[in-house]
Every structure is written in C-alpha cells, then in structure tokens.
C-alpha cells in the first residue's frame, strides 16, 4: 500500500528566506508524485509533479522539488519565501491510475 | 478554459438525510475522481470514474455512493447522513488515467 508521510504539521519562515517542506513516500512501484498547494476554503492547485525523466521538478511559483529514489523522499523548496505563499501544502504519491494518496499536509506561516 | 465546477458550495443537512453533490469535470476530461477531506482523516479518496465506469474505490461504507454520466459530469450521493459526514467533499478530473488531476472548490457540507 502506498503512504506519504509529510515531516512537519506546522513550518513558519521568515519572508525571503528558504522554504523546505519535507515528504517521503512508500511505494511498491516507481510512484507519480505531486505537490498541491490549498489556500483556506478553495480546492487544492497543482504545484508540480514527478512522473518520469529528471528528478528535479520545476513548478509553478518558484517551487521545484528533487525526487529521491535511494531516500524515498520528494522534498519542496522556494529560495525565497513570499508572505503570498503562506497556504496548506499537500505532497501525494499516485501509483494506480488517478488515485492520489496524500500526505496529513504542512501548513506553511511566512513572517514579515 | 472553464475548470471544475462544484455545486453546491455549501450545504446544510439534518442526520438521516441525504444528500446528492454535483461535479462538472474540465471540457474533455474523462476521468472524475473524489475525495473526502476533514480535520481528523485529511484528504481521502472516495471513488474514481473514467468513461463511466467506477475503476477505483476507497474504504468508505456502502452509503456512499457515485456515477458519472455520458458527458462525464459526475454525482455523489451519502444516504443516511452521519454528524461524521460533515466535510469539504473535493471533485478532481482528469484528461485520462495517470494524468494530473485538477481540483475544484469544493462543496462544504454540515450535517446537524
């Protein structure tokens, strides 16, 4: 069975600095994987997704994150954090179809 | 490019109702999947359908239940509503399988 374990329930950076948010995966096959951003009482907004090919991924935003094969991570990073980028973050790992399993989420506070 | 729609946005039911949510996937998708998200569980997977036919199911009872019509809009219903059901219920449509999968907003439902 798949799972995504999200390091993290809370993270608070200040405005411009690095933002890391942490996600390892288990997957009995080679996974997709995603992030999704959800701002309060909307949907959730793909940031980026690995399927195949170059692990790192480069999304919307400034985000990009590194798929990890040997550490079974998939990590999300911005360089500079933007108070804009202050929402719930979600990482999910997809292996049958459209199925997406995700992570309990990482909300992320920017601090002026 | 209209997105997903959701309707309603926000519903109020007393226990033992039911309750039917609408989705209208993205013009062309195919794929309509749902998931379920609340404070205590997070994002859970309901059920996925492609082309009409339900091709995954996640752990939920009986009294959920879904379809998907020929032009691929989809319906969810809940019977015999539990104060537990109270949720932001998430539609997500895709083009085809393992393609990403974009969310609307979301149908809140309160069950009092």
């Known amino acids: 069975a798949q799972s995504v374990t999200q390091l993290g329930s809370h993270v608070s950076v200040s405005e411009g600095a690095l933002v890391l948010l942490r996600c390892n995966y288990s997957?009995?096959?080679?996974?997709?994987l995603f992030w999704y951003v959800q701002y309060p009482n909307q949907g959730l907004q793909l940031l980026l997704k690995?399927?195949?090919?170059?692990?790192l991924v480069k999304g919307i935003n400034g985000f990009e994150a590194e798929f990890k094969k040997s550490e079974t991570s998939f990590h999300l990073t911005k360089p500079s954090a933007h108070m804009s980028d202050a929402a719930e973050y979600f990482c999910?790992?997809?292996?049958?179809?459209?199925?997406?399993?995700f992570g309990a989420g990482t909300i992320l506070r920017v601090k002026s | 490019k209209a997105g997903v729609t959701q309707t309603p946005r926000y519903l109020i039911k007393t226990r033992g109702q039911q309750v039917t949510l609408s989705c209208s996937p993205i013009s062309g998708h195919r794929s309509v999947s749902w998931y379920q998200q609340t404070p205590g569980q997070g994002l859970q997977f309901l059920f996925e359908?492609?082309?009409?036919?339900?091709?995954n199911k996640g752990n939920f009872p009986g009294r959920f239940s879904g379809r998907q019509f020929s032009n691929s809009r989809s319906e969810m219903n809940v019977s015999t509503l539990e104060l537990g059901d109270s949720a932001l219920y998430l539609c997500a449509s895709s083009i085809d399988l393992n393609t990403e999968a974009f969310f609307g907003q979301g149908t809140r439902l309160t069950v009092v």
């Open positions: 359908y492609f082309s009409e036919t339900q091709r």
């Open positions: 999910a790992v997809s292996d049958n179809g459209n199925k997406l399993v």
């Open positions: 997957s009995s096959v080679p996974p997709y």
């Open positions: 690995y399927t195949t090919g170059a692990t």
